[in-house]
């Protein structure tokens, strides 16, 4: 086993793997930027080094200085956590050149399944499902126009590099394509260096399910179930939970099965998750393999007893599995919700400023992963994320329940946060059925939101205006009333002081 690693990460993430080296014995070494210099993390880290100015792209990025102080400090392993530079395979390849174990998939594993293209071309060939597309990236309009009549509109352009969102262009009808195809090239250019883009066949409303793998470097592959992660806001994951309402055992199996066909042939080992897209009839099609450690893993955690980043460690000294896939057992049910700096009452406008008070009761069958604490800042250069609470309760309606409690109770100040948006989202009756996808905050859920507002805010001022008129206010004000409350406004004033005589 290792003796000591050094995290390639920061935040929540960076102690989230302390906490589990320090329960085996290993020490770990910290690097920091300029802004976490007093950050939670460099505390409980056993040494601690300074990395750069507070950008990544001056700091967490560079490949060259991080491996610098691992072979200074006698770091015998390194784990990247997740982002940055975690599925990067020549940093993973820098490592191995180095003598260090990167503590996670190989750079071939990565290179090949981090291409879009590659990926989808393997399932095809160890009969795994996908989206009706092309296999290969496309740059020609002339083939990508009649590729998507052949599919059948609505299609998707996504660059084959990309990942959350970005160089991704749904078109609805051909006369949009061109300039769909330009716009996601040019993110994609942008992003990720590699304006390639593949496309295929658009599947309205799906869900999103994923399954966590673990692989070691013998050959054995285990899955360990499957996460919802439907509920999303412009491609990024708010709440997930597992089980999901809508797969049963059967297909459990079956897409449990692919998971591990796939991961298989791509020779991967470590901890890595395959996600699908289910559509309205519970067919399901391949999408990618994030070749590292979710930011949703905790639920998985809790559900099966398991703790993933033992289990990286134990993969990454070449240890077996030690269990099989019939030893893998289940119980209750899980939910997470991301808790961010963010305005979601101001189009989710990032929140940045000082932690002045912050205080949580987490109680029975609650879980938080978080890198911060009273009195930190939350800044411009990282990920606004704050705190990953989890419930756990022996079925969905105690987790959402359990959840719920929390989140009343979570207290911040100093900032803004999504807490009140998260307790809508629970409470919504699409989610409260398991009745919900990828697209519903955006497409149902917020719509219905300003409309509701709309009305509340029309029915306030009405009562103000019905106050108005019953106390004979001068003709004056109440032009000035009528003309501020609109049509709405009036309605309900009506209605209003209708019920006073």
Known sequence: MFKKILIANRGEIAVRIMTTAREMGIKTVAIYSDFDRYSLFTKLADEAYRIGEPPSSQSYLLADKIIEIAKSTGAEGIHPGYGFLSERGFFAKMCEDNGIKFIGASHKSIDLL?????????????????????????????????????????????????????????????????????????????????????????????????????????????????????????????????????VNEDLRNEMGECAKRIVKAAGYSNAGTVEFIVDKDNKFYFLEVNTRLQVEHPITELRTGLDLVKEQFRIACGEKLSLKQEDVTFTGHTIECRICAEDSENNFMPSTGKIRYMNRFLGNGMREDTGIEQGDEISVYYDPMISKLVSHGDDRVTAIDKMKRSLKQYKIVGIKTNIPFLLSLLECDEFIKGNYHTQFIETEFLKREKSNDSLAGSKLAAVALASALYKGSKTADLKAAVSKNGRAGNLWAKRITESFR
């Not at 309205?204 to 399910?209: A, D, G, L, T, V």
């Not at 013998?218 to 179930?225: D, E, F, R």
């Open 114 to 246: 981090g291409s879009k293209t590659e990926a989808k071309t393997l399932a095809i060939t160890n009969k795994v499902p996908v989206v009706p597309g092309t296999e290969k990236p496309l740059q020609d309009m002339g083939q990508i126009k009649t590729i998507a009549k052949e599919i059948g509109y609505p299609v998707l352009i996504k660059a084959s590099a990309g990942g959350g969102g970005k160089g991704m262009r749904i078109v609805r009808e051909e006369a949009d394509i061109e300039s769909a195809l330009r716009t996601a090239q040019s993110e994609a250019k942008s992003s990720f260096g590699d304006d390639s883009v593949f496309i295929e066949k658009y599947i309205e409303s799906p869900r999103h399910i994923e399954f966590q793998i673990l692989a070691d470097e013998h050959g054995n592959v285990i899955h360990l179930g499957e996460r919802e992660c439907s509920m999303q806001r412009r491609h990024q994951k708010i709440i997930e939970e597992t089980p999901s309402v809508i």
